[in-house]
């Protein structure tokens, strides 16, 4: 009833969504950079693309050696997952390569304040923690098929989604990146033929509240964990990955894996924002 209440107030509403690029492939994980650029991978073409503050798209780096998920770091490097090469690497800012920490595969990563990098590994069921050496050991372990994860604002929480599953966990990070006390955070919405709502792509907004991209739209759930809006996709196809980004992260921006979006955040007027 409430995926129905949510979709029937929006239906109401004309549709904010301009459309920016298409015929992407495999695009994993988009990331932003502080001031506001977007990167992504178009992977199976072996290049990494920016969206720039006016919304152009540009190409980036290529080759990107078959870079999957990519992830700003506080350096100003670009991390990004090399799934063939099973390597996690940086570019910085001119494009140059080094490897970070070699032997494992990911699609999904995300880097702390210190630099240290999150990543899933969902054939183990676990999440990785590597250092600013690369080294890595397993921080969590036991989730059906970790993909996506996010930081808190505050540092404190890490989130990561569990499909086919609709929860989504958080735990507390500790000082030396070692997490605990996992907890559930919130419960998805699913399309009534199914109790999988295909979690994607996640992103915390300045208040708290943390963005799904998820098959029914861009899911919300507050700094308590309830779910209070789900924003529904631009097209017919359900969402892979969802960031804020542009001057003063003024956008909403989101992939259903072909196609990049975005829309005014100040369009979507959200409980937690009033």
Not at 3 to 28: E, I, K
Not at 195 to 223: E, H, R, W
Not at 230 to 244: A, S
Request: charged share 20%; net charge neutral.
């Amino acid at each position: 009833m409430l995926l129905l209440a949510f979709l029937a107030l929006f239906a109401q509403q004309p549709s904010q969504w301009v459309q920016l690029g298409d015929s992407y492939q495999l695009t994993a994980d988009p990331t932003v950079d502080p001031q506001g650029n977007v990167f992504f991978t178009d992977s199976r073409r072996n290049r990494i693309l920016k969206i720039d503050l006016d919304g152009r798209i540009t190409t980036w780096k290529e080759p990107s050696n078959n870079a999957h998920g990519i992830a700003c770091g506080p350096d100003g490097r670009l991390y990004a997952g090399q799934h063939d090469y099973k390597r996690i690497v940086a570019f910085s800012p001119d494009g140059t390569e080094s490897v970070i920490t070699e032997g494992i595969q990911t699609h999904h990563l995300i880097v702390n304040h210190r630099n240290e990098i999150y990543f899933t590994v969902p054939p183990l069921h676990q999440v990785w923690l590597a250092d600013r050496n690369g080294n890595k050991r397993v921080v969590l372990e036991g989730l059906n098929w970790p993909r996506s994860v996010a930081i808190s604002p505050d540092r404190r929480t890490l989130a990561v989604n569990d499909p086919p599953s609709s929860l989504i966990w958080a735990l507390r990070i500790h000082e030396d990146g070692s997490l605990s006390d996992r907890r559930l955070y919130c419960t998805l919405q699913t399309k009534p033929e199914s109790s999988d709502p295909d979690p994607g792509g996640m992103t915390f907004d300045a208040q708290g509240a943390l963005y799904i991209a998820t098959n029914i739209g861009v899911q919300v759930c507050d700094k308590q964990g309830r779910l209070t809006s789900v924003i529904p996709p631009p097209g017919t196809q359900g969402l892979t990955n969802v960031r804020f980004a542009g001057p003063s992260l003024q956008w909403l921006y989101v992939t259903d894996g072909e196609r990049f979006y975005r829309r005014s955040r100040q369009s979507l007027n959200l409980p937690h924002q009033k």
